[in-house]
């Protein structure tokens, strides 16, 4: 069974930066693609970023250019980040790590970035608040 773990979120004011991380377990680490998704208050969850096994990556419009997805591999548990910068108050929301066992020729970062329906698993959650 894939766990996701998601820790790291906080406040923070325009401008500032915070990376968040999320343990990931239970899964090949070369079947899956991993990504970052955001949901505030009244809103539809987003796509931000998604990294494919090969270490492709995807960024949503908001994201490019302020927010960097990785991920680590350590034995049994792959650690996936989202380092973001120069936050403003519209990044925030709950952020949601996920994990997908679509393959990347059938459905491209792009495109898993606008269906979180595609999704197969998801953690808990970690709130990021931004003050202007």
């Known amino acids: 069974q894939v766990q996701l773990v998601e820790s790291g979120g906080g406040s923070v004011q325009a401008g500032g930066s915070l990376r968040l991380s999320c343990v990931a377990s239970g899964y090949t680490s070369s079947n899956y693609q991993m990504g970052w998704f955001r949901q505030a208050s009244g809103k539809e969850r987003e796509g931000v970023a998604v990294?494919?096994?090969?270490?492709?990556?995807?960024?949503a419009d908001s994201a490019k250019g302020r927010f960097t997805i990785t991920i680590s591999q350590d034995n049994a548990k792959n650690t996936l980040y989202l380092q973001m910068n120069s936050l403003k108050s519209e990044d925030t929301a709950m952020y949601y790590c996920a994990a997908s066992r679509r393959s990347t020729r059938n459905s491209p970062g792009w495109w898993l970035l606008l269906h979180p329906n595609l999704w197969d698993y998801w953690g808990q959650g970690t709130q990021v608040t931004v003050s202007s």
């Open positions: 990294i494919d096994p090969d270490g492709s990556t995807t960024y």
